[in-house]
């Protein structure tokens, strides 16, 4: 006679530890600067919490997750997820998550080429906490309102924001958050011919970082300074922001150097040597949804003396990245396959797919092909 088995009392403290454990292992990698162990450990972590219906007690790392999916590039699954922690942020009252996913939300908007202002900087986000107090909240809220000024054309404005990241003497107003926008800093410094006023925080931030910086920040700061550094060095340090294959982990901050190093080979008059950086930069953009450095490099493309496609407009470009899973869904793939490979759930992908047909002029999958051009 078979008997039932009766759960061990020790396995809840099981899925207890190995809950910490993934959650430990994910904030390491974090600050460690390993954002795509970050996203895979906290995405198990996450799961495990849903499961026991206790997603809550994980509020404080969903910020961490949010920046991570936006460094790696996984744009569609950060909106799912920033979506989610709004939502919870909103319920619990957690006023200072709240805040950091709202100016995530704004970061990723701008990095999208779809801010047509610095907006946030007037939303009441930036009253709800003590900034002085959440360092992080306050780094995130000043980056997107940097990106969101960048996105806009307003340079100046930009350097502002960027520039508050970092205290006058150059130590971060965040010892973590800060140092990764460095060349963002150093970006619109150039841009403005403000240069000098970057180089004493560039110095401060490799002091502070020592001699062995994260792969990350060692790729960053040789981008930053190949903007603002001495000229004579700068393609040694463009070159050197590119020679590490790990730098393919953040793919929005590879495309910005090759798109940097391009257009300063073009004012040389290097165009040969631009062409295909500005091929890869400009792909990178377009597979990432950021449309408007997407078109910036396509121009740069073009003046270097190469075809590029028809000026047309494209329906596609007005949507968003996750709705981009359209293109997926024109290749014949079903929800479920087209969630695997965007780590969505099949009905998120249903609901996008139905909110996307207006916007594309049909009513049916079968016209998706079409309308996208795939076969």
């Keep these: 006679m078979s008997r039932t088995r009766r759960p061990s009392l020790l396995e809840p403290l099981t899925g207890i530890a190995e809950l910490i454990r993934l959650q430990t292992l994910g904030a390491v990698a974090w600050w460690a600067d390993e954002s795509d162990l970050c996203v895979d450990t906290f995405r198990q972590a996450f799961a495990m919490l849903r499961s026991y219906g206790a997603i809550g007690t994980g509020a404080i790392a969903l910020s961490a997750m949010g920046s991570a999916l936006i460094d790696v590039g996984r744009w569609a699954e950060a909106d799912e997820l920033l979506e989610e922690a709004a939502t919870l942020a909103a319920v619990q009252k957690l006023k200072h998550i709240e805040v950091d996913i709202k100016a995530l939300r704004a970061t990723l908007q701008a990095l999208r080429g779809r801010s047509t202002d610095a907006g946030i900087l007037t939303d009441p986000a930036w009253t709800v906490v003590n900034l002085e107090e959440n360092t992080a909240t306050h780094a995130r809220l000043l980056r997107a309102a940097g990106t969101a000024a960048a996105a806009a054309g307003d340079y100046d404005g930009a350097l502002r924001h960027f520039r508050q990241l970092f205290h006058q003497d150059g130590t971060p107003l965040h010892y973590f958050l800060s140092h990764g926008s460095i060349a963002d800093l150093a970006a619109v410094a150039q841009w403005t011919g403000r240069q000098e006023e970057v180089e004493p925080v560039i110095a401060a931030v490799r002091k502070a970082l020592g001699p062995r910086p994260t792969t990350r920040m060692t790729l960053l700061l040789h981008h930053a300074t190949a903007l603002v ?51 890869s930069a400009m792909e990178a953009f377009s597979q990432l949804g950021a449309a408007a450095l997407a078109d910036e490099a396509r121009a740069e493309l ?50 996008h797919l139905y909110q996307v047909y207006p916007k594309l002029g049909v009513s049916s999958r079968h016209q998706l092909r079409d309308v996208v051009g795939v076969l």
């Design 229 to 279: 550094g001495d000229p004579t060095q700068a393609e040694h340090h463009f070159r050197l922001a590119l020679v590490n294959p790990a730098g393919d982990q953040s793919p929005l901050a590879r495309a910005q150097a090759r798109l940097h190093y391009a257009q300063w080979l073009r004012r040389r008059r290097r165009s040969l040597d631009a062409r295909p950086l500005l091929a």
């Design 302 to 351: 073009r003046a270097s003396g190469v075809a590029t496609p028809s000026d047309r407009p494209d329906p596609l470009s007005e949507l968003t990245v996750q709705q981009q899973i359209v293109r997926l869904a024109a290749q014949g793939l079903g929800n479920k396959e087209i969630g695997e490979k965007l780590k969505l759930s099949p009905r998120t992908i249903g609901s």
